[in-house]
């Protein structure tokens, strides 16, 4: 169908087959594959002619972790060693990171902000993240109140019924947090600590929601 010379149809047959863990699946007809083997299969077959420019709509959607790493490792492939240009959505924050040399947001249909991922983990600031959950989810305001008055806060916002505490080792603070909450009859009922920023608290500092 993309009309690939016969002397170089094979070898690149194999190369792709190889490079997606399907070798062995080889003369197996596609409708005996897994789901995950299907979506690799798919994306073999629209590269076998080195396209100078792909689209990807979701590829990992559906694969298990491992089917899911190796798929990143092709497509990392792709743009390094064939140089080609990909352009993929996603959902999953850590695919977007680990493939894109530039990220582009979008929520609700608007495009929030263009750049490459580094710099994105810059602009949602300094420092380290804390998410607090309270028993009484009915006083969060009046908890982000009292955490932001703490000093070297530098960002307290809620996220689905979650106080998220940003602030320079954050992590040092937690006891303080904690004891401060505490003082002040608030029951925490789990906590959890980011050290280094990614492309979902950007998503959060730009939206103010998780990823659904």
Do not use: C
Request: glycine share 8%; charged share 35%; aromatic share 4%.
């Amino acid at each position: 169908m993309y009309d690939v010379p016969g002397d170089t149809l094979e070898s690149r047959l194999d190369d792709i087959l190889e490079k997606l863990n399907l070798s062995e699946k080889k003369d197996t007809p596609a409708a005996e594959l897994s789901g995950g083997m299907k979506r690799k299969l798919n994306m073999g077959m629209s590269l076998m002619h080195k396209p100078e420019i792909v689209v990807l709509d979701e590829p990992s959607a559906g694969l298990d972790p491992q089917s899911r790493f190796s798929l990143w490792e092709y497509i990392d492939g792709l743009r390094k060693e064939e140089n080609t240009t990909i352009i993929l959505t996603t959902h999953l924050m850590e695919e977007a990171d680990r493939l894109s040399d530039r990220v582009g947001i979008m929520d609700r249909g608007k495009m929030l902000v263009v750049d490459n991922p580094g710099e994105l983990k810059k602009s949602v600031g300094e420092g380290d993240s804390v998410t607090i959950e309270l028993d009484d989810s009915q006083r969060n305001e009046e908890a982000l109140e009292e955490l932001k008055a703490l000093e070297g806060t530098e960002e307290v916002r809620e996220v689905k019924e979650k106080l998220i505490v940003r602030a320079l080792d954050a992590v040092g603070k937690v006891p303080d947090y904690m004891e401060h909450l505490e003082k002040k009859g608030f029951d925490i009922s789990d906590i959890s600590i980011s050290r280094t920023n990614t492309l979902e608290d950007v998503f959060i500092h730009l939206t103010g929601r998780e990823l659904e």
